[in-house]
């Protein structure tokens, strides 16, 4: 993930775990989001000869028509693009493509989100990975 050259350059999946009620509606998720990505920037760089400009800092979230699968469950299905610096290795712009589930879980009392992202277009073979790790991920219901 960490090597600038490599197929699975910076990209990963994440579970955000949220006690309550989640909004997966895409203004609240920007927000959640840029906050996220910017603070990570910002806790990064901090100490380093990094020159990166936070305002050009940006995400878009778009929900999608069709549902898709959580944990074999019904769920909210979104497509973000954060444009962001790389601030581990290079330092340079990167945009990221996530795909997006969420969904209540635990009885109501709690919300899943899950998420992959990738720099690569989602034609890439990392893709084909990351679904695969999503396909196999289960939260309770």
Same mark, same amino acid.
């Given at each position: ?32 989001? !840029? ?9 990064? +760089?901090? *100490?380093? %000869?990094?020159?990166?400009? /936070? ?14 699968k ?23 712009? !990167? ?9 209540? +879980?635990? *009885?109501? %009392?709690?919300?899943?989100l /899950?998420?992959?992202a ?24």
């Open positions: 993930m960490f090597e600038a050259a490599a197929q699975d350059y910076f990209s990963y999946a994440f579970v955000l775990w949220i006690d309550g009620k989640m909004s997966f509606e895409p203004t609240s998720l920007e927000k959640d989001l !840029l906050k996220y990505y910017k603070g990570l920037c910002t806790s990064v +760089a901090r *100490g380093s %000869k990094l020159d990166l400009d /936070f305002s050009k800092i940006a995400v878009k979230v778009q929900k999608q028509d069709r549902k898709g959580l944990g074999g469950e019904d769920a909210e299905l979104l497509h973000a693009q954060i444009d962001w610096y790389d601030p581990f290795v290079t330092g340079k712009p !990167l945009t990221l493509h996530l795909e997006i589930w969420g969904r209540s +879980a635990d *009885g109501g %009392k709690r919300s899943c /899950f998420a992959l990738s720099p690569k277009e989602k034609s890439a073979a990392v893709w084909e990975t990351l679904r695969k790790i999503q396909t196999g991920f289960a939260c309770p219901k």
